[in-house]
């Protein structure tokens, strides 16, 4: 079992910036990749970005350059840094932890932190 605890949500306005944080505990994987989804009211859950355990980034087309996904390994740690925040940004942003076990892919889920931007 893997248990995410995410902080850094709030409230900014249009232009602003907010850097998520999140930790894992519990059983530790050789091979994983963390990621950070969003859900907003009435649409589905989608990525947002991921990294490799390797350090490999991976963003969504809307990103378009305003965000950035980092690790840290040995503290089994993902930050998300969001620049040049926007309205429709707002949602409930969530850690995600998906991990190799015995051949099969396994994630779990932070308990989400609320993002809002509006002025």
């Known amino acids: 079992q893997v248990q995410l605890v995410e902080s850094g949500g709030g409230l900014v306005q249009p232009g602003g910036s907010l850097r998520l944080s999140c930790a894992a505990a519990g059983d530790h994987f050789s091979i994983y990749t963390m990621a950070w989804y969003r859900q907003a009211p009435g649409n589905q859950r989608e990525l947002v970005a991921s990294?490799?355990?390797?350090?490999?980034?991976h963003y969504a087309d809307f990103v378009a350059g305003r965000f950035t996904i980092s690790s840290d390994n040995a503290k089994n740690t993902v930050d998300l840094q969001m620049n040049s925040l926007s309205p429709e940004d707002t949602a409930v942003y969530y850690c995600n932890y998906k991990a190799l076990l015995s051949g099969t892919w396994v994630e779990y889920w932070g308990q989400g932190t609320q993002v809002t931007v509006s002025s």
């Open positions: 990294v490799t355990i390797t350090g490999r980034p």
